[in-house]
């Protein structure tokens, strides 16, 4: 990782130094110092590992575990995180979060390596698993920010309250091309995997984190990729999987696919019905080819969420989230979705987030929704995103 990091900082002062104008791809063929620090960076970029050790030592856990899963949206709005995870009643004092979206050392996020200052403020062990290095300081609304990246890494983590052991990342492939999107990247998908020692059992852990820009088939393939390897051929290990699986029902993959994918779910099911009845349960028809291959690997995810409650909100006019699909989707897209969303009451709320077991008992599973002035303040919305909260426990068998 070390090394890794070294070379991302090298990368990250070069573009500062040299930037990035026009194409990538056409840059990468004319800046031979470019080009080489991105291909060593490239390989490098499999790494994954322990970010943060915290100095008291901990017991191992018994039976019962409690966790939580989270999209923290880069960690741009740090201190709305930390105080939500270090007072929220369902929130504080997991054993293990897993958390997508985790910048390291991006403009966007004040430069912070987010996971690691997470694990010291609230004392648990830091993992982390690098999917992108970032040619560029974001896309949307984060292009127009000053400043420029020191490190440029952007990834998932686990924060553990146990120390984890045969910490490995298993890459997913690509839905689109990340060097000629608007935030030009290198990389790709990965899924973070580690054991926890729980009452003398080996419980698997992978933290995943599938294509926003992507198709229900493709979402189908890309978790299977990253729960196959999980499970390394035994059948019935105990196992945890949690992230941001962005199951929104459509194929997002370009703006013709998705004004198809809504056209047809308007056609056949009508607005009021698709937003009630199919963007909460994603599992029923539009994304069930992707619980179909949980089903298939062994994993039970009824059991394990809070069904038909959404994790994500798309309210109509999202300057943020507008300005940010703006880099994929032509502006009369956009515009048309608005205008859908407005006749269907003002908001749409998707179910993105997920947990996911085998050989463990579900206790209590919830979508929490933080509140505004009760847990962060109004104008700085921790994420866009709500966090999942699961507790599991090994059955007595």
Not at 105 to 130: D, I, K, Q, T, W
Request: glycine share 8%; net charge positive.
């Amino acid at each position: 990782m070390k090394h890794l990091v070294s070379l991302c900082e090298e990368a990250s002062a070069y573009l500062s130094r040299n930037p990035l104008d026009g194409s990538i791809l056409k840059r990468l063929k004319k800046d031979a110092r470019l080009r080489d620090l991105a291909g060593e960076i490239d390989t490098c970029l499999h790494a994954a590992g322990e970010v943060y050790a915290p100095a008291a030592p901990v017991k191992r856990p018994t039976k019962e575990i409690k966790a939580v899963t989270w999209n923290i949206e880069r960690g741009k709005n740090f201190n709305s995180i930390l105080r939500i995870l270090q007072t929220h009643e369902d929130l504080k004092g997991a054993d293990l979060y897993f958390l997508t979206e985790v910048d390291w050392g991006m403009v966007r996020s004040g430069n912070r390596n987010v996971a690691v200052e997470l694990g010291e403020r609230l004392g648990l062990y830091a993992y982390f698993a690098p999917s992108y290095f970032n040619f560029t300081i974001g896309h949307g609304s984060e292009r127009h920010l000053s400043g420029r990246n020191t490190v440029g890494l952007h990834g998932k983590a686990i924060l553990s309250r146990y120390p984890l052991t045969d910490l490995r990342a298993s890459s997913i492939a690509n839905a689109t091309n990340i060097l000629t999107s608007k935030e030009s990247r290198l990389g790709q998908k990965r899924s973070l995997i580690g054991h926890l020692e729980i009452a003398g059992t080996q419980l698997a852990l992978a933290c995943i984190h599938l294509d926003a820009f992507s198709s229900p088939r493709m979402r189908a393939r890309q978790i299977e990729e990253a729960v196959a390897p999980l499970l390394r051929g035994t059948e019935r290990a105990p196992a945890l999987i949690a992230g941001d699986w962005n199951t929104n029902t459509i194929n997002s993959s370009s703006g013709r696919t998705v004004l198809l994918s809504v056209l047809r779910q308007l056609l056949l099911t009508g607005p009021k019905k698709m937003i009630v009845q199919h963007h909460p349960f994603p599992e029923k028809k539009y994304d069930r080819r992707l619980f179909q291959t949980l089903l298939q690997l062994g994993f039970d995810f009824e059991s394990f969420n809070e069904m038909g409650v959404g994790t994500y909100d798309v309210v109509n006019n999202d300057m943020e989230l507008g300005q940010m699909a703006m880099d994929q989707f032509p502006k009369w897209v956009l515009q048309w979705i608005n205008r859908l969303i407005a006749r269907s009451g003002g908001l749409v709320s998707l179910k993105l987030d997920w947990f996911a077991g085998r050989g463990l008992q579900p206790l209590d599973k919830k979508v929490v929704r933080p509140k505004p002035e009760d847990d962060y303040p109004p104008n700085d919305r921790p994420s866009d995103h709500h966090p999942v909260l699961l507790k599991v426990c090994l059955p007595a068998s």
